[in-house]
């Protein structure tokens, strides 16, 4: 497991923030009789000061919200006393340790967006939509068809990997190494950062997946055996979701046969929406936060 050193503590720097930076123009609309293109945009967070560092380090991150809800600008929600931290936290805690970081938006159910040609579902009932569904009924929306739900998943994948494909395509206008992109996500950002990576390839230097759901016959589609890639951070809540709960073994299990670093780390005393504070353990009983085991994970691998 990963021991807090003082790294983690290391110069901080002030902020340049970029705001709505178009990275693609993605179909929404995709049933109806005007289907349309919308600005698919991201916010940059860049340290200042650090010119005499010639090629930066970057995380692209990705919100959380069961492919209904949040956006590049927050995702923090509630089930009870406890709240996750948001997105945009994590873009400022990290850029003032010297990374490029880059939230981005991405399409949303509601919006009925196009899938895309590329398929990461082997299935469309693989949505695992109880949380789909839980949002639906909070926000006041009809029940959505297995078709509407898949096409939200299809399109976070491409939309993710479209983003990390811009950053490192534009990587020198920020001063990035493009083999240096990791990518973050929570929740069903998890699940896109996972579905951009392993199923549609971008070549990330790093993943943090936190409490991802994939469905196992996806896993089996797309990572049959061992591939070469970067490291995988996977964290789960001890009173997650109930279907992550129950996949998450199979995750990780899947993943460490076939991937050559792998860690996971378990969320004390939370339920899914926890905060950047929180308590985690891995496979040795050292304590660390959340936000400090992620922060030396990425030091140390991208």
Sequence with gaps: MMRSDKRVGRRRYPLRITRDVVYAKHGIGHRSAHPSLRDMKLDVYEPVGDEETSSRAAVVLV??????????EGDSFSQGASHNSSVTHYAERWAELGFVTFC?????????????????????????????????????????????????????????????????????????????????????????????????????????????????LDLMHHIPSFRDAGPLFLASAERDLPHISEQMPVLVS?????????????????????????????????????????????????
């Design 254 to 302: 899947h993943f460490a046969q076939r991937l050559p670093k792998v860690i996971h780390l378990k969320i004390l005393e939370n339920d899914h929406f926890y905060p950047a504070q929180s308590t985690v353990v891995g496979h040795q009983t050292e304590l660390l936060t959340l936000e400090d085991a992620m922060t030396e994970f990425l030091l140390l691998n991208v």
């Design 63 to 72: 919100f959380g919200g069961a492919f209904h809800r949040g956006s590049k």
């Design 104 to 216: 981005i938006d991405y399409r949303l159910i509601p919006e009925d967006p196009d899938p895309g040609p590329t398929i990461v579902l082997t299935h469309q009932g693989n949505v695992g939509a109880q949380r789909m569904n839980a949002a639906r009924i909070s926000m006041g929306l009809d029940p959505a068809t297995p078709e509407m739900l898949a096409n939200g998943v299809e399109a976070g994948a491409d939309d993710t990997h479209a983003a990390a494909t811009f950053v490192r395509d534009h990587a020198a206008q920020w001063r990035v190494d493009p083999r240096r992109i990791a990518l973050w996500g929570w929740s069903a950002g998890a699940r896109n950062v996972l579905n951009a990576v392993f199923a549609e390839g971008f070549d990330a230097a790093a993943v943090i997946a936190l409490s991802p759901y994939v469905h196992t």
